[in-house]
């Protein structure tokens, strides 16, 4: 099983069901495209969902659609003023066909961290919008280091972030040496890339074994370093084997660890 993202949720209020549907869907696109894990929720009551708020931790990263003009009790920008007041560092992007309320919305101190501008004319360019959006505010928050170290890669017809805490080891893939497997506790991601491009993300990484010939270890996966029969165990239960030198040169690594 993946691990998921340190607490990340995603809340989409807004009341249209066409647009709430594509921003739900754009989303999840986004999160099976990238291989992450965070939640999603759509919120179909926003007066119960102020309420909610009271009891959400501070240890957790959100990101909020709102629409401006909800037809509710509350307005966007009333939601919006809430959770400003309770989470300073949360996202709050605006979805809306009235560009007229940015300035209340300046004025109100909310510093939305972006906008999505409704268009019935081209409701196919909301698809981009979302994605620019969200692409930044993961790049963002990764920058801040709010979640686990990634590392992205891009293929020819794939483009993939990965969680590195994830990785137990990477190996060139036999017989071809241009891709890789990468190893993950419950999962493994076949990608075309050479073992090289990943050594030189990951070289900066005190963890991370890269002057291997055709492996990537994450040292800090690993359970069982037996030099007699040369067996490298990780927690999944995989088993490697290696020649006396390379074992020797794990242990050493491991020794050498920075203690956490």
Known sequence: MKKSMIETTIFILEDSISYQK???????????NYHLIFDIEQVENPVNFSQKMENFSFSKTYIFFLDIDLKQY???????????SKFKNCYIVFITSFTDKMLD??????????????NEEDFDS?????????????QEISNQNHFEKIIQVSTKSQEFIIQIEDILYIESVPNNRNSVQIVKEGSVLIINKKLTHFKTLLQEYDNFLTNL???I???SKITEVVRKDGSV???NSDILYFNPKTIDKIKINISQMPIK
């Open 22 to 32: 594509k921003i739900y869907n754009t989303i999840k696109t986004f999160q099976e």
């Open 74 to 84: 509350l307005t966007g920008i009333d939601i919006a003023k809430l959770l400003r």
């Open 105 to 118: 919305i300046i004025n109100d101190q909310i510093l939305p961290y972006g906008y999505i501008i409704k």
């Open 126 to 138: 909301l698809e981009d919008q979302i994605l620019n959006t969200i692409k930044a505010i993961f």
């Open 217 to 219: 270890i994450n040292l």
């Open 213 to 215: 010939k055709s492996y």
């Open 233 to 235: 165990k990780f927690i």
